[in-house]
């Protein structure tokens, strides 16, 4: 099982960006899947989750409305689409897997998720 997040990069406040998780090794589809980021020195946050049992979305607060997670089954892909960036937003994201079915209360913590990809650098100048 692997995961490949591409897509980070440097952009004005207001901006968007698209991210990409590519999965190898299992079909995405199948599993819960979900966004974390992290800040230098803080702890990983959640972002934004797909649970595998009803293929609900789940959204943290901060991000609600302006980001969108989905995904892209012929490319066994995960996307998050992040609309009006602000400089809060800047943080390496990760990607997340899980081939359990997690109940909602479990699809923001990062411990419900056994493989982790590699992370790209998201960064938002104001």
């Known amino acids: 099982v692997q995961l490949q997040a591409s897509g980070g990069g440097l952009v004005q406040a207001g901006d968007s960006l698209r991210l990409s998780c590519v999965a190898s090794?299992?079909?995405?589809?199948?599993?819960?899947m979900a966004w974390f980021r992290q800040t230098p020195g803080k702890e990983r946050d959640f972002v934004a989750a797909?649970?595998?049992?009803?293929?609900?979305?789940h959204y943290a607060d901060s991000v609600k409305g302006r980001f969108t997670i989905s995904r892209d089954n012929a490319k066994n892909t995960i996307i998050l689409q992040m609309n009006s960036l602000k400089s809060e937003d800047t943080a390496v994201y990760y990607c997340a897997a899980s081939p359990q079915r997690i109940i909602t209360s479990q699809a923001r913590r990062g411990d419900s998720y056994s493989y982790w990809g590699q992370g790209t650098q998201v960064t938002v100048s104001s």
């Open positions: 797909f649970r595998r049992s009803d293929l609900s979305t």
């Open positions: 090794g299992f079909t995405s589809n199948q599993w819960s």
